[in-house]
């Protein structure tokens, strides 16, 4: 089993840059795909990034396309969240996620692992 574990989050004014970052522990994390979801109040738990388990292929959703940047360091077993130019609507509580291959890690439904989350929040 893979237990995820994130850090970084806290509170920024609108424009700023935050990076959160996913230590996996257990499991062969390099076998994984690793991803990024946010939940907001009220709202459901909502796509944000993937990364693929070889670290080429890239998934955004199109609120973070342009904005965020997920990497990975498998010999670390870290995975990351680079955002830039942060709103309000970006405040949420993010998930870090890992996911089995070949499955549509898109959706959260296919996660296998959930970390406990990091809260976000965007001032303006």
């Known amino acids: 089993q893979v237990q995820p574990v994130e850090s970084g989050g806290g509170l920024v004014q609108a424009g700023g840059s935050l990076r959160l970052s996913c230590a996996a522990s257990g499991g062969t994390f390099s076998s994984y795909d690793m991803g990024w979801f946010r939940q907001a109040p009220g709202k459901e738990r909502e796509f944000v990034a993937v990364d693929d388990w070889s670290g080429v292929i890239r998934y955004y959703s199109d609120s973070a396309k342009g904005r965020f940047t997920i990497s990975r360091d498998n010999a670390k077993n870290t995975v990351y969240l680079q955002m830039n130019s942060l709103k309000p609507e970006d405040t949420a509580v993010y998930y870090c996620?890992?996911?089995?291959?070949?499955?549509?890690?898109?959706?959260?439904?296919?996660?296998?692992?959930w970390g406990k989350g990091t809260l976000v929040t965007v001032s303006s």
């Open positions: 996620a890992a996911i089995s291959r070949f499955k549509d890690a898109k959706d959260p439904r296919s996660v296998d692992y």
